[in-house]
């Protein structure tokens, strides 16, 4: 049976590179038989890595059929996963973000979950002196994936370890990190084709705070004053979300990467109760606040939300 390798829905670089560097290994170190899948079209910067280094964009499933063997990465959360996913064989676990709980295995299973800043990285050292085998399209997805989920070692979430992974893939395929991450941001900035609803969903996460729920939506760019353009758009927007996803509110946070801030749009009283608790700011009547410093969903938005 071939063994499907995928991360979280709403791919970003992390949950698009991360199956594909995995299924790799599987098929041509260990000899198992993989296949590296998506569970929703790659974000733009995502794209533009496939794009970049020659690779085939996985395909898209919506489901699991009851028994099927999985490899879930980056994720360790059954909200951001295909409803039957306890249905599955799931055979492991490689994450890096908090554990959440309510995934359900046919058996022992390895898990493997590391304080670091990208998936790819626990990947790196899961495979010890076989990442030397990797062939330079799959170091590009694994050195995109840390630059990607690091903001090119921005992020409060950055560990010397990542820096020094991507550094050494960098060297051995001859990239030069600044301009190369130049290129996958403006990429990930380009948002012109998108909706103002799936731009609320392209980059976000389902998570509850005493009783509350709420989708946490991130959008990281190098042009934020390109996306608070459509500011109205998308506060209008954000009430059809909440009603087809079935959520108190949807949160969105337009990350500055250049200037390591977000601005918090802000589209009802209960939405500005919940940024001055959790960030500490004053928000009067305006509809977006400016949050200086924040730029980590994982490490700085989730785990300060207070309702």
Not at 50 to 64: A, Q, S
Not at 106 to 134: E, F, N, R, S, W
Not at 170 to 189: H, L, N, R, T
Not at 234 to 255: N, R, S
Request: charged share 25%; hydrophobic share 40%.
């Amino acid at each position: 049976m071939t063994t499907l390798v995928f991360g979280h829905q709403a791919p970003d670089t992390d949950s698009t590179g991360a199956p594909i560097v995995w299924a790799w290994y599987l098929n041509e170190v260990k000899g198992h038989t993989a296949e590296a899948v998506l569970l929703g079209e790659p974000n733009t910067e995502a794209a533009w890595m496939l794009d970049h280094w020659g690779l085939d964009k996985p395909r898209i499933i919506d489901g699991v059929e009851a028994g099927q063997q999985v490899v879930i990465v980056d994720t360790n959360n059954p909200a951001e996963l295909p409803a039957d996913i306890n249905a599955a064989d799931i055979l492991a676990v490689i994450d890096h973000h908090r554990l959440v709980g309510g995934l359900q295995t046919k058996g022992p299973i390895q898990v493997t979950i590391q304080p670091l800043a990208c998936t790819a990285t626990v990947m790196y050292d899961m495979m010890g002196d076989d990442a030397a085998k990797m062939p330079d399209p799959i170091k590009g997805a694994m050195l995109s994936c840390i630059l990607s989920d690091t903001l090119e070692f921005r992020s409060p979430t950055t560990t010397d370890h990542d820096r020094t992974v991507a550094e050494k893939l960098a060297g051995e395929i001859d990239v030069q990190i600044p301009a190369y991450a130049s290129k996958m941001f403006a990429a990930k900035s380009d948002v012109s084709g998108f909706s103002d609803t799936e731009l609320l969903r392209m980059d976000s996460k389902k998570h509850e705070v005493e009783g509350r729920s709420f989708r946490v939506s991130v959008l990281e760019t190098t042009s934020p004053e390109t996306v608070l353009k459509r500011k109205d758009g998308l506060l209008a927007a954000m009430a059809d979300v909440e009603k087809e996803d079935g959520v108190d509110h949807v949160l969105l946070f337009i990350v500055d990467i250049l200037e390591g801030e977000a601005t918090m749009l802000l589209q009802n009283d209960a939405v500005r109760k919940v940024a001055e608790k959790s960030f500490s700011t004053v928000c009067g009547d305006a509809d977006h606040v400016v949050l200086p410093g924040i730029v980590s969903r994982k490490k700085q938005i989730i785990p300060n939300l207070t309702v």
